[in-house]
Each structure stands twice: as C-alpha cells, then as structure tokens.
C-alpha cells in the first residue's frame, strides 16, 4: 500500500475501511492481488447493480470497441446515443407512461443535480430550493448546498446558500406533521423562507442512514408541490435503476416528478453516466446553455442499453430483488431482535441502526476480515448498510449473509457493549 501512501491524495477514504488492492471482480465477488476473495455488499455505492464484468454487457462493449465505435463525441449524435435514447424509451417511459426529454450531463451523479437545479432555477425564476435533513446530493458546490451532513459540507470552504433545509418524513417522529409544517412555512410570507424553485429529495436517503419516506409523506409533497407551483425533483442516484424492485424507486407510489436524476448503476458497468430526465415544457435550455466535455461518453451508452435489454424487457430481476430482499431482511430482524438495533430499508437497500454508534464500523471492519466488503451509513455512520448487487448468485447471499451475521454476534457481545 506503500504506493497509495505516498503518491495519492490523503483524501481517499474507501481503501482506509478495505484495505487491500484488489485485482479482478466479477459478479458480487471481488479478488485482491493475494487471492482472497471477498464478497460485495457494497456494489460501488449502488454503482453495480448489476454486478462487476456482466458477460452479457461485457461482450457488447468488446465488440463495440473492437469495431472501432465512437468513444467520445460531446453531445454531437451517434449511433451508441441513438439506440439508447430509444431503447430507454421503449423499456423505460413506455411502459410507465412517463413523457420525459433526456438531458445527458457532466458524468457523475453530482452532475446531474446541479443541471436539475439549474433548470428549475430557470423555468421559475426562484433561486431557493428546498431539500430534506440527512439528504445527500453530491459533492459539487450546488449540490453540496443540499446535503445535510456537517462533515460533508465543510470541505466546501464558502457558504453554502440557496436552500432551505426541512425535516423528512419521520425526521422529527412518526407522529410529526412533517408536511403541515413545510405548507406552513410555505404560506406564511412571515416564515423567512422563499419560495423555491423545487423540493429535492431521495425516496430512500442511502447515504443518510437508510431513511425511508412512507407513500403517503411522498404523495403530499407532491400535491404540496402542485399546489405552489414547485417543481418536485427526486433524486434517483443510488435507490434508482431496480434497487428498490422497480426501475424507479418512486412508480409504485403514482409519483410523476417533473425532474428526476439518475446515474451510478445507470451505465450498467460501471462507466460514467449520467441523465436528467425533465417533463418536455421544461426543456427551455438554449443551446450550449449547460454542457460538459464529459457528457456524451458512448461506451456508457453502449453498455446501458446492453443493461436495459438484458435486465429490463420483463419483470424477472424486480421479482429476483423482491425475494432477495425478503432474505436480507429477515436476517437482519433476526439480528436486531438479539443486539439492540433497528432494521429499515427498501429492496435490496437494507440498514441496522444501532444504538451504539461505533457498532455499524467495528462490524464492517470485522466481516472485512472474513470476506465481506460492507459499509456503514448515517450521520455518525451508526447504520450498517447492505448493498448487494441486485444480481447476486444465491450462493454469494448466503455466505455474505453468514459472515455479516457472525460479525454483528461477534461485534455485539457484552464486552463490546460494556466498553461503548
């Protein structure tokens, strides 16, 4: 590690919870360069939905380079964005009835927040935006307004203003008013707040802490957005592309944003990618108003559309998530119920929060050294966080299963609770 150390910014912070270097992956399983192998519970922060190398989208982008395809074009058109666009389309908005223009961004989840409040900044003309506690939206200044996490938001070095920050669903309790107070604050002139732009949230805050919105909070939002003419944008970045079970993590709740963002799991293989997806009277952009060099990278499209024929012609990986999920769950309440922890999540997005804040790392740190990569969540990383690829062999969810469940016993003892 004697190369990372000395060449590479102090700033890294995965390799300091893995430390290995790992070498080859495939599936939900990673190999270092001394043979070991550890199973992924972590999928690349919900990059690999769809597992490391699938061979299926492997071989399209192969064959794609081998042929000499356009890698970089800007937003110019390509045969690669062409049957993307389409194939989204067909397999996607189709289906749902969704009627969505497609904006292609700077290549990362961050990307594709800043050119959502960038938008809705301009068709309103309102500069306040309203976002949730414990959301997280990026790492870019904009998006970074948004985020909620202290630690997070210090690296910025400026101010970070344009938005209102507001409690989330069940923040404040489940007996708490939650929307009755952002109406409140919303039609009271004398409340101090602008009116915004948009509402930006996560349906699940992932990096929060596994926060799950319940249907009814998210249909008031959006009848609260209505009502005010805010746009409602939802930030589909990790609990997007199936791993809440549907393609997007808000359809089953009759949602119909009017700006949704999407990336990680998006390329389906880990290449950058990006997309804001904007109902079509929003589309008021004049040319070359937003861009990016970055923003048209069509390996990325090659192996999306590759993802999306493969795993999104029918119903066959929502109902895989649905069964898997039923799995990890069932073994955390099992676990809860044993170590004082509370269990929540949404398909194959799954936390324990424990009462004992250092609990979730010491257990992350134990089930690494038995061959599970796994991480922590929340805004005292108190929630042990599982992100399985949706794809996972039955075989690998079980023993990451076995060795996540010896870590929490092994963790969770009374010495370990007795010296927290």
């Keep these: 590690m004697d190369t990372f150390e000395r060449l590479e910014s102090n700033v890294r912070g995965y390799c300091r919870d893995f430390p290995t270097t790992f070498a080859t992956a495939r599936g939900a399983t990673l190999t270092d360069i001394h043979g070991d192998e550890f199973i992924d519970f972590f999928a690349g922060a919900g990059v690999l939905n769809y597992g490391h190398n699938p061979p299926a989208l492997k071989q399209h982008l192969i064959d794609?380079?081998?042929?000499?395809?356009?890698?970089?074009a800007l937003d110019m058109s390509t045969v690669a964005k062409k049957k993307f666009l389409e194939t989204f389309d067909r397999l996607i908005l189709k289906p749902r009835g969704f009627d969505y223009k497609m904006m292609f961004t700077g290549p990362t989840g961050t990307?594709?927040?800043?050119?959502?409040l960038k938008l809705a900044r301009k068709v309103t003309q309102r500069h306040n935006v309203v976002s949730f506690t414990n959301g997280f939206h990026g790492m870019t200044l904009g998006a970074l307004a948004l985020t909620g996490n202290s630690g997070k938001r210090a690296g910025a070095g400026v101010p970070l203003g344009n938005v209102s920050h507001m409690p989330?669903?069940?923040?404040?309790?489940?007996?708490?008013?939650?929307i009755g107070a952002l109406e409140r604050f919303l039609e009271d002139s004398s409340s101090g707040m602008d009116l915004p732009a948009a509402f930006i949230l996560e349906t699940v805050q992932a990096e929060g802490g596994?926060?799950?919105?319940?249907?009814?909070?998210?249909?008031?939002?959006?009848?609260?957005?209505?009502?005010y003419d805010v746009l409602l944008i939802v930030d589909d970045i990790q609990v997007g592309c199936g791993r809440t079970g549907p393609f997007f993590s808000f359809e089953t709740y009759g949602l119909e944003p009017d700006i949704v963002c999407l990336s990680k799991s998006l390329s389906g293989y880990g290449l950058p990618m990006a997309l804001t997806l904007m109902k079509p009277e929003l589309d008021i952009f004049n040319p070359g108003e937003h861009n990016g060099?970055?923003?048209?990278?069509?390996?990325?499209?090659?192996?999306?559309?590759?993802?999306?024929?493969?795993?999104?012609?029918?119903d066959r990986l929502t109902?895989?998530?649905?069964?898997?999920?039923k799995r990890i769950r069932d073994v955390m309440l099992d676990l809860a119920s044993e170590c004082d922890a509370e269990v929540r999540g949404r398909g194959m997005i799954t936390g324990m929060q424990f009462e004992n804040a250092k609990a979730a790392s010491q257990i992350?740190?134990?089930?690494?050294?038995?061959?599970?990569?796994?991480?922590?969540?929340?805004p005292k990383g108190e929630v042990l966080k599982a992100l399985p690829p949706l794809t996972i062999s039955d075989d690998e969810l079980t023993r990451g299963l076995e060795i996540m469940a010896a870590s929490v016993k092994e963790v969770m003892c009374k010495d370990f609770v007795e010296a927290g």
């Excluded at 990307?111 to 959502?116: G, K, L, M, Q, S």
């Design 64 to 72: 794609y380079l081998m042929n000499d395809g356009v890698v970089h």
């Design 111 to 116: 990307n594709a927040v800043e050119a959502a």
């Design 168 to 178: 989330y669903c069940d923040y404040l309790g489940s007996e708490a008013d939650t």
């Design 210 to 227: 596994v926060n799950v919105a319940t249907r009814t909070w998210l249909q008031q939002l959006a009848q609260l957005a209505a009502q």
């Design 293 to 314: 060099t970055f923003r048209g990278h069509n390996p990325a499209f090659v192996t999306a559309t590759a993802a999306l024929e493969e795993f999104w012609s029918d």
């Design 319 to 325: 109902r895989k998530v649905n069964t898997d999920a």
């Design 364 to 378: 992350s740190k134990k089930a690494f050294q038995q061959g599970l990569i796994i991480e922590t969540a929340g």
